[in-house]
């Protein structure tokens, strides 16, 4: 079992920046895969980006937010991060992390957080 917390969420004007962070329950963080969904006002969740397991050599981002987002992870921390660059007012959501097995589909993600709302102002 692995429980999320994110946090870091707010209100920032276009062009600005915020860190989300997610911080894991248990022992066993570096064994997941990390990933970042959204849920943007009237739409689906989406896929944001997704780190592999154990050192994290592995990234992936959706065409939205690549060049502009980055995941990363402290696994002394129990800790994944999505820095989050050039923010446009689509970029406005409840963004939620997700534990779990590498990929770009909730199904892969057994657990999530509770969701941070990030909003954009133009």
């Known amino acids: 079992q692995v429980q999320l917390v994110e946090s870091g969420g707010g209100l920032v004007q276009a062009g600005g920046s915020l860190r989300l962070s997610c911080a894991a329950s248990?022992?066993?963080?570096?064994?997941?895969?990390m990933g970042w969904f959204r849920r943007c006002p009237g739409k689906e969740r989406e896929f944001v980006a997704s780190?592999?397991?154990?050192?994290?050599?592995?990234?992936y981002y959706a065409d939205s937010v690549k060049g502009r987002f980055t995941i990363s992870r402290d696994n002394a921390k129990n800790t994944v991060y999505l820095q989050m660059n050039s923010l446009k007012s689509e970029d406005t959501a409840v963004y939620y992390c997700?534990?779990?097995?590498?990929?770009?589909?909730?199904?892969?993600?057994?657990?999530w957080g509770q969701g941070t709302q990030v909003t954009v102002s133009s």
């Open positions: 780190i592999s397991r154990g050192s994290g050599g592995d990234t």
């Open positions: 997700a534990a779990g097995l590498i990929g770009t589909t909730p199904v892969a993600y057994p657990y």
């Open positions: 248990g022992r066993t963080f570096s064994a997941y895969a």
